[in-house]
């Protein structure tokens, strides 16, 4: 009975299995004999291409004959039009480089269905930057502007206006671009409460991502100065340092636009010295009076209160602001203002229009003003308009390129690190023309302190107007040192062979005729070309192997007096102004303080030595420690020698250390001077009127 029972437990379970295995072999079977089918599938939905040119295949599950067509557009191409069952096609881009990143749709069709795939092709990073972070309209109605930079087509970016109440809105009108400012129409106000909104732009790029910015647009109340009385620049500028307190108001013309970077010369952060802060370009602001014969500094509340273009006429309300003065050259500044004090502001009817002045006829009253410079040069034409070491362009603002006129005057020609164009990759002019800008009164540390009563500041490129070629200029080239060559032949002695000029005749050595070496490793010195045009023997670019000239032993303790260089020219037959030009600067340890003397006779202590001018060179910059009184390039300056020492058949012009006065670590003062520690020179040359 057991083994029966047993019998049939195991028959059941053989049967289950049996049953299991055949719908097992069932199902299989059932499953290869249903073919996959579709009347349409493709195997992406979003496809992303690099920039470059490329390909990229698609594939496409169809039963029938289908149907491919990308939307019009002229980047991408398909291999076919039509395909059939499972099959791909393929789709070519073109390169998008420099561009914004782009994207087409491509439509596949089979039997009444479309599909779409997205080819997305990478780019450029779309970017949308205000400079300003708020901007304040005045009561009166106007075209307000900021800085915009963007690489976005500005109709292609979304412009929102959010009023700050229902009741103020629609008092912002058209919002434009020019490529570089964004304007705003704003209407008059009579309110006397202001009024505020906010300006949003965004763009989605085709890859998806938002780019946006904002900016708070705020509008004046009407101001309190309808009883203000009308003062000319004269009676501003006799007016005591301190708050103006009597309710007056001055027209004028302003000669500078909003967000022009050579505006005004931007401090180190007084909270980290190795920081420029630029704000002081932000809210600077100059004014001319109507006839152009008088200037004032404007220096707005904040960057937001900087709401002028250039060649506007305003009326400005001077109530409650605060004058600073300067006393050589007399300058006034009116700081503190806010743009409630903005009167009105409208185009003036006139184009602005430079007054044209040699250097000699500049007074008090021009500085601020907008100026031609007439019969003016480059002193040392090499290099860009900014000739220092970029690599501290963080640390250091301003570059001071040193410029001289057919009268025999220099100045300053004074260009920011903002500036695009102040290295273009091209020589600067050689020649010599015109140089428009406004006057200023500006002290540089950097170099010097005081680097001349007056200075200018170029407000575009085409401020400089010289010619490129040095054979259209006022001056001839007597002799230049600008390519120190070690050329000292065998037997031949120190003080008999000094190096060779690259223009001109005349000799260069040591004041005592030691220590003067023509050796790469102890004279001649590698230094930069500024613009990298001129190659050096190994063919690299901006590094120039022979391009200055050290010495050493500045100091003669026997003779107790001062050690450097000595030049030995003719000025036979020259009857017109002879000028020199210096490029250099020390290291630390050598003596800062020099002094420039010329004699008809060669003995060095002996004869008559007679006083040109005295200078400094700064110390050259050091990286870990950069001190507010370092140079990251050279330094350069212009000197007249007087009239008797033309027409002698040798004059001998010695530029010595004055003392044994240096640098420290921590100072541009109380060093100790090092006999071993080198002044460098860049540049060398004597010039005369033609």
Avoid at 225 to 243: I, M, P, W
Avoid at 339 to 360: F, H, I, Q
Avoid at 505 to 528: E, P, Q, R, V
Wanted: hydrophobic content about 35%; proline content about 3%; aromatic content about 8%.
């Amino acid at each position: 009975m057991k083994s029966f029972l047993f019998s049939q437990k195991i028959y059941a379970q053989l049967a289950l299995c049996s049953l299991v295995v055949l719908v097992t072999i069932w199902g299989c079977k059932k499953q290869e004999l249903v073919a996959f089918n579709t009347d349409l599938s493709l195997n992406a939905r979003i496809v992303k291409i690099a920039d470059s040119a490329a390909t990229t295949r698609i594939q496409v599950y169809a039963d029938d004959t289908w149907e491919v067509a990308a939307k019009a557009n002229d980047w991408l191409k398909l291999d076919k039009t039509t395909g059939t069952g499972k099959s791909d096609f393929l789709a070519t881009v073109t390169s998008n480089k420099g561009n914004l990143p782009r994207s087409v749709e491509i439509y596949v069709k089979a039997k009444g269905k479309t599909d779409t795939v997205i080819i997305q092709q990478r780019g450029l990073t779309p970017t949308i930057n205000i400079v300003d972070a708020n901007m304040n309209a005045v009561a009166g109605t106007g075209k307000m502007k900021t800085v915009l930079t963007t690489n976005v087509p500005f109709e292609a970016i979304k412009r929102e206006l959010v009023y700050k109440t229902a009741a103020q809105s629609n008092w912002i009108g058209e919002v434009t671009f020019d490529g570089n400012y964004m304007l705003i129409n704003v209407a008059a106000s009579t309110s006397p409460q202001s009024r505020e909104a906010m300006l949003r732009l965004s763009y989605l790029d085709a890859m998806g991502t938002t780019v946006k910015d904002s900016i708070l647009i705020s509008q004046s109340p009407v101001g309190e100065y309808q009883n203000a009385v009308l003062k000319d620049f004269a009676y501003v500028k006799s007016l005591a340092a301190g708050t103006v307190t009597e309710d007056i108001y001055i027209e004028g013309i302003v000669t500078v636009d909003k967000g022009n970077p050579n505006t005004a010369l931007n401090p180190n952060s007084p909270s980290n010295k190795h920081v420029i802060d630029k704000t002081e370009n932000g809210i600077t602001v100059y004014v001319q009076s109507l006839d152009g014969k008088s200037g004032l500094r404007l220096r707005m509340k904040t960057p937001g209160d900087h709401i002028f273009s250039r060649n506007e006429k305003v009326k400005l309300w001077l109530k409650n602001t605060i004058i600073t003065k300067t006393t050589n050259p007399s300058t006034t500044t009116i700081s503190d203002m806010p743009s409630l004090n903005v009167m009105e502001k409208v185009d003036s009817p006139t184009p602005l229009v430079a007054r044209e002045v040699y250097m000699k006829d500049l007074v008090d009253n021009d500085v601020y003003t907008y100026v031609k410079l007439k019969d003016v040069e480059i002193s040392v034409s090499n290099g860009s308009y900014y000739n220092i070491n970029e690599g501290y362009e963080f640390r250091m603002d301003c570059y001071p390129t040193n410029i001289r006129d057919i009268n025999g005057n220099s100045m300053y020609m004074l260009t920011n690190s903002g500036v695009a164009y102040r290295r273009n990759g091209v020589q600067v002019p050689q020649g010599s023309g015109t140089i428009s800008g406004i006057v200023v009164y500006e002290t540089m540390a950097r170099y010097g302190g005081n680097i001349g009563k007056y200075a200018i500041r170029h407000m575009a490129q085409e401020d400089i107007q010289l010619n490129n070629d040095r054979n259209q200029g006022f001056s001839t080239v007597l002799v230049e040192w600008d390519r120190f060559r070690s050329e000292l032949q065998t037997g031949a002695t120190l003080a008999s062979n000094p190096l060779t000029p690259t223009i001109g005749a005349g000799k260069f050595s040591h004041t005592d005729f030691a220590d003067l070496n023509y050796t790469a490793a102890a004279g001649i010195y590698g230094t930069n070309d500024f613009n990298a045009l001129i190659p050096d023997p190994t063919g690299a670019k901006g590094a120039v192997t022979n391009g200055a000239f050290a010495t050493r032993g500045l100091w003669n303790t026997t003779k107790n007096r001062g050690g450097g260089i000595v030049l030995k020219v003719s000025t036979a037959n020259i009857t017109k102004q002879v000028s020199l030009q210096i490029e250099g600067f020390v290291a630390q340890g050598a003596p800062r303080e020099w002094a420039i003397e010329w004699s008809t006779q060669g003995n060095m202590d002996a004869g008559t030595w007679n006083a040109v001018s005295d200078f400094t060179f700064q110390d050259v910059v050091n990286w870990t420690s950069t001190l507010l009184t370092q140079v990251s390039g050279y330094k350069v300056m212009n000197f007249n020698l007087p009239t008797a020492a033309l027409g002698q058949n040798e004059v001998y012009i010695r530029i010595k250390a004055k003392n044994r006065n240096v640098g420290s670590p921590t100072s541009d003062v109380g060093g100790t001077y090092n006999s071993a520690v080198a002044v460098y020179f860049g540049h060398i040359s004597l010039k005369y009127n033609k």
